[in-house]
């Protein structure tokens, strides 16, 4: 991913936001989603930012026909999904969830690789950071009338790894492997997919301390992420894939390193959804080597 990002070519504050609500010119997508039984739909009409559209982006942008889970849909699927949910050519698209950006970094992704990145930015803080600092909240469901939004196909490829891009890297050492899971599904002890553990010698950096998680949820200074990462040998020139279970929390990391300088970052779009339900490709167990 050899790609240079600035700040304000992907994230907008809360103070931005408030001041260009009902501006015609952006789609705002509720992106909220949850593992926890929670109905993201309910949480929607229970309160969101003004003018927001309820987006299943799991729905939308992930292929129902592809066996691996999660895995993007093809452009002409994305391309009709937005415009479905309103989104046309001319807007750009503002995307939020509770989670620091989690699930708009996913979006951020998969348009990026169809050649529109430029046309999303991710609300920084989410909502987290526009309740606590008390800004409008609507219940009203906002009313959409399709639009026309069209991509050119896959454009960035080389934002994208592939399983046989990660068996290069574990067997000539040509990238760093970035597992940004929690450290029970790299150790094992947790297992979402047919086998549990890591990829042979991935160094592990959990996604959620890019942030201030315990905050206001928003990135950490790009100073900061450099040296959690340079403290186990990933520096700014390092060939870095990340990957997590669905590739979206590898979406979001490798958008933090993005964000602190590093230049050469993919995102392993298979993931352990993918990884962990082969028998041909070779897994670890046990905790990170610190050594």
Excluded at 46 to 69: Q, T
Excluded at 207 to 217: A, H, K, S, T, V
Excluded at 240 to 255: F, K, S
Excluded at 261 to 275: F, I, K, L, M, Q
Aim: contains cysteine; charged residues 30%.
């Amino acid at each position: 991913m050899p790609l240079e990002l600035r700040r304000e070519d992907v994230l907008v504050s809360t103070e931005w936001l408030a001041g260009r609500l009902g501006d015609p010119g952006l789609r705002i997508l509720d992106c909220r989603y949850y593992f926890d039984g929670r109905d993201p739909y309910q949480e929607y009409c229970r309160g969101h930012i003004p003018g927001a559209i309820y987006f299943d982006w799991n729905a939308a942008l992930s292929d129902p026909d592809h066996p691996v889970e999660y895995m993007m849909a093809p452009p002409e699927r994305v391309a009709a999904e937005l415009g479905r949910h309103g989104v046309g050519d001319e807007h750009l698209i503002v995307t939020y969830d509770d989670e620091g950006g989690h699930f708009g970094a996913r979006v951020w992704l998969v348009l990026a690789r169809y050649g529109r990145g430029h046309q999303v930015r991710i609300l920084e803080g989410g909502w987290t950071k526009w309740l606590a600092e008390g800004r409008p909240v609507s219940t009203e469901e906002v009313p959409v009338t399709p639009a026309r939004f069209t991509l050119a196909g896959d454009v960035h490829p080389e934002l994208i790894a592939t399983l046989d891009d990660v068996r290069r890297a574990i067997e000539t050492g040509e990238a760093v492997v970035l597992d940004v899971r929690r450290l029970s599904e790299y150790t094992g002890e947790e297992v979402r997919s047919r086998r549990g553990g890591h990829v042979p010698g991935a160094i592990h950096r959990f996604w959620q301390e890019n942030l201030d998680w315990d905050g206001d949820r928003t990135f950490k200074s790009p100073e900061e992420i450099r040296a959690r990462h340079e403290a186990v040998g990933v520096t700014p020139d390092t060939p870095v894939i990340t990957y997590c279970q669905g590739g979206v929390r590898a979406a979001h990391a490798a958008l933090a390193l993005l964000l602190a300088g590093y230049r050469n970052v993919r995102v392993y779009e298979g993931s352990w959804a993918e990884w962990g339900n082969r028998d041909d490709v070779p897994v670890e167990t046990g905790p990170p080597d610190r050594t």
